[in-house]
């Protein structure tokens, strides 16, 4: 979705000097077991390169970490597994750069408010953005932003994420499953999952059923991931990803209940649904009754395939009709 230009209007400065998409390795030296932090750019290494050119430097006692160097007195190993060039200090070393290299997980980064440079998951997921796809913000300033920021939501950012939502639940009209209310009922006890509050399905207001993974990110309404909640504990969840409502305990037990897939649902950052037919969805949005607002309904599609990355998935004939061919 195309971002309106950003205002600082929190007062939080961001610290000069920063590259906001630079990646850093982060490795506690062999010799003092301290720990260094080295930045390396906008390109990612492989295990492969970072033994045959890397020579990282600790920080603290210079020792450098490379192929061609021996290894400390430690762990008694004898001098001669020692050896610069020996099989055995190769193999370290192939083992010590894989660690550091081979996952996006393993890897560091600066973040532009604070000024720490923390491990991978201290930042949240950020499409796009530099070879971590994460953020320029750590979690901890994200949120002191947020705090700030969230009550000067404008009129037209609220509107925003309404229309996200209507568009999301159209387009998954046609994908959802007649539910047994019966069956629901069965399933979770006749009691909101939630609160564990008995709910009677005669009073159909006073319960309402959670898209568990929600519509938002285009997961239909199916047995699998429908979730019995009293109507206040729904509208308390509303389109949370169920990590950002339900606790390690009652994650465990809603996928043993419903079959989803735990993995998924215990997820810290919300995933668009990988498997849903965006271009069958797309065809059945696009049969809009007489006297829609056409060009609005395109336009709120179009902010949606761009925001989600799903452009990939339409048939040419609807990039077409969209305008993106």
């Known amino acids: ?93 192939q083992g010590f750069f894989r660690i550091h290299t081979e996952n996006p997980a393993a890897y560091w980064k600066q973040c532009n408010v604070c000024g720490q440079v923390l491990p991978f998951a201290a930042f949240s997921k950020h499409r796009g953005w530099g070879p971590l796809e994460k953020q320029m913000e750590c979690r901890s300033c994200k ?25 999301a639940q159209l387009l998954l009209k046609g994908e959802n499953e007649r539910l047994s209310f019966d069956d629901l009922f069965d399933r979770f006890g006749s009691r909101c999952f939630k609160t564990k509050q008995p709910l009677d399905i005669n009073a159909r207001h006073t319960w309402q059923i959670d898209h568990i993974l929600p519509a938002t990110y285009l997961y239909p309404l199916t047995k699998e991931n429908a979730c019995l909640l009293s109507a206040e504990a729904n509208q308390a969840k509303k389109a949370s990803w169920p990590s950002q409502h339900y606790t390690a305990g009652q994650l465990v037990e809603l996928a043993r209940i419903t079959g989803t897939d735990l993995e998924l649902l215990s997820r810290k950052e919300p995933v668009v649904n990988p498997d849903i037919d965006v271009d069958a969805c797309v065809s059945r949005y696009l049969r809009v009754r007489e006297g829609s607002n056409l060009a609005k309904r395109v336009q709120e599609l179009k902010d949606l395939l761009e925001d989600f990355d799903l452009l990939a998935s339409l048939s040419k004939a609807n990039r077409k009709l969209l305008g993106y061919a």
């Open 143 to 167: 949120g002191a932003i947020n705090a700030m920021l969230n009550p000067l939501r404008t009129k037209e950012q609220m509107h925003e994420s309404a229309a996200r939502r209507r568009v």
């Open 1 to 93: 979705m195309a971002r309106r230009s950003a205002t600082n209007t929190t007062g939080i400065a961001r610290t000069e000097g920063v590259r906001a998409h630079d990646a850093w390795v982060g490795f506690v030296c062999v010799c003092c077991g301290q720990l260094t932090t080295i930045s390396i750019g906008e390109r990612l290494l492989t295990p492969e390169l970072a033994l045959a050119d890397c020579r990282w430097s600790c920080a603290h006692c210079q020792f450098v970490h490379a192929k061609d160097r021996h290894l400390p007195e430690w762990a008694n190993w004898p001098e001669e597994s020692r050896a610069a060039g020996s099989l055995p200090t190769h193999r370290f070393w």
